[in-house]
């Protein structure tokens, strides 16, 4: 028998979401939670087959997207890895072109199309896998409003006074209360590196690096970025290492 685990902060979705999928032919098991901490326990124990995930569980936060934080990390254990996901949004536009490059298998779009539920819940489960092969992207919610970006096309980022400031050689983006560490976190095919605290460059567009006058030289970006002392070293061999695996 199949395993299905709801994702939904919403009780009014979660439970016409339940009725819906039980109500189909499929022989399945359905699970439905709101919290993402109750669910990633649940499911690393039981072990799940189709997982569907609101992205913003928690829409009074700012820059709020702790449904995809959640996929990310059942994409990381073995007994979910291959576990498909359908994820469930109120957004719109470009927002709902980025979530086919999360590794997704589809979206659904509130308010809730029981049509629409009742055809994916059985492709899935009756045709088994669909991948998307689209470039990795990366959204940043700022002022209500989000910024969908390819991770591969920004060059470098830098945070101070709780500011990411993304550079993608056509603009820069300023997103408040985004930790350089939860963006690191949040990149799965591209390699940044870090020349100096706060930091990180991706090493894709590396044209130079001066080791003697502590700088980096950037594709498609006048300014060099300064290189730190105490970094250096570090830097250096992480980035000489995938020079040499021809990266």
Do not use: W
């Not at 449904?67 to 994820?87: L, M």
């Not at 919610?141 to 060059?155: A, Q, S």
């Not at 990149?187 to 870090?194: G, K, N, P, T």
């Amino acid at each position: 028998m199949k395993q299905i685990l709801i994702l939904e902060d919403n009780e009014l979705i979660r439970n016409r979401l339940i009725r819906i999928i039980k109500e189909m032919k499929q022989k399945v098991s359905v699970y439905a939670f709101s919290s993402e901490e109750k669910a990633l326990g649940f499911a690393l124990i039981h072990g799940i087959d189709l997982f569907l995930v609101d992205i913003i569980l928690h829409p009074k936060r700012r820059n709020d997207f702790s449904g995809i934080t959640f996929v990310e990390k059942i994409r990381e254990c073995s007994s979910c890895a291959g576990a498909q996901v359908i994820f469930i949004t109120s957004l719109a536009g470009l927002e709902v072109d980025l979530l086919h490059r999360v590794h997704c298998y589809d979206y659904i779009e509130k308010p809730i199309e029981e049509e629409r539920v009742r055809r994916l819940v059985d492709e899935i489960l009756t045709c088994g896998e669909k991948t998307s092969k689209l470039p990795e992207r990366m959204y940043f919610r700022i002022d209500g409003i989000t910024y969908p970006i390819d991770v591969e096309e920004i060059r470098y980022v830098v945070h101070q006074n709780r500011i990411l400031s993304v550079y993608n050689g056509k603009e820069c983006i300023e997103v408040p209360n985004l930790p350089m560490k939860r963006f690191l976190n949040r990149v799965r095919d591209s390699v940044f590196l870090s020349p100096l605290r706060g930091t990180a460059v991706n090493i894709a567009y590396i044209e130079s690096v001066d080791y003697v006058n502590q700088f980096i030289r950037m594709k498609g970006i006048k300014e060099p970025v300064g290189m730190g002392t105490v970094m250096k070293k570090k830097f250096r061999k992480e980035y000489e290492a995938y020079v040499k695996r021809g990266y």
